[in-house]
């Protein structure tokens, strides 16, 4: 709580960095406290945004940590227990795979989701080698080319590609058409003909427009 009820002393270069840390340990980003200083010379209520983020992060420690003290809840359940209800302690394996999806689909504009979770799968389950160890007779492989087949002839991934299409043609038209309506309460309002997107309604619906198409 020290940085929440001083947060000066994130912006004061003479403080010791060992003194901004939880552990005394140094920042793992050195230029991060550089460039808080440089944006505090900018920034408006830059104080209170520090004080906000730092009373916050304490409230988040202290209800991840309850749970965790000596004599707590899951300090006094027995071993067998604890065993049973062991789980990472973060999301990561989950945001690793949001994250390979987005690598994947910059080199890969094409890729289905459905794919991508196939590849991810056969090389977490190692299906490689289960492949060569169990499947040795030619009746396994018929068997899989089989259900493969059957899964693309179902139309399933084309189905969900078409679907996300339309939805982004729907934005894409609906965005058009508050651009166009827009355009044409400006023209009605000046009587200068087609607008070009100088006043403030146009210009809104223009940003409008550039969001949805940023988001689709």
């Known amino acids: 709580m020290c940085l929440a009820i001083s947060p000066g002393l994130i912006l004061d270069k003479l403080v010791p960095d060992s003194e901004l840390t939880i552990d005394s340990s140094p920042p793992v980003n050195p230029g991060l406290l550089e460039a808080v200083c440089q944006a505090g010379k900018e920034l408006p209520y830059v104080y209170e945004m520090i004080t906000a983020l730092f009373t916050g992060c304490a409230e988040g420690w202290r209800q991840f940590t309850s749970e965790f003290v000596c004599g707590g809840p899951i300090d006094t359940l027995p071993d067998s227990l604890q065993h049973l209800v062991a789980i990472p302690a973060t ?6 795979i949001l994250g390979s999806m987005h690598v994947a689909a910059r080199f890969h504009p094409n890729i289905s989701t459905s ?3 196939t590849r991810k799968w056969l090389r977490r389950n190692d299906t490689e080698n289960f492949i060569q160890r169990l499947m040795m007779e030619p009746e396994d492989h018929s068997y899989t080319r089989q259900r493969v087949r059957e899964g ?3 139309g399933k991934n084309r189905r969900f590609n078409l ?3 339309e939805r982004i043609a ?3 038209r609906e965005a058009r058409g508050s651009v166009a309506q827009a ?4 023209s ?3 009587g200068a003909g087609p607008c070009q997107g100088e006043h403030h309604d146009c210009r809104q619906a223009t940003g409008s427009t550039s969001h ?3 988001h689709c």
């Open 115 to 117: 794919n991508f979770s």
């Open 212 to 214: 949805l198409q940023i």
């Open 188 to 190: 009605s309002r000046t």
């Open 170 to 172: 729907t934005k894409g």
């Open 152 to 154: 693309g002839a179902s």
């Open 183 to 186: 355009g044409t309460a400006c």
């Open 91 to 96: 999301n990561d394996s989950n945001e690793g």
């Open 163 to 165: 679907e996300v299409a």
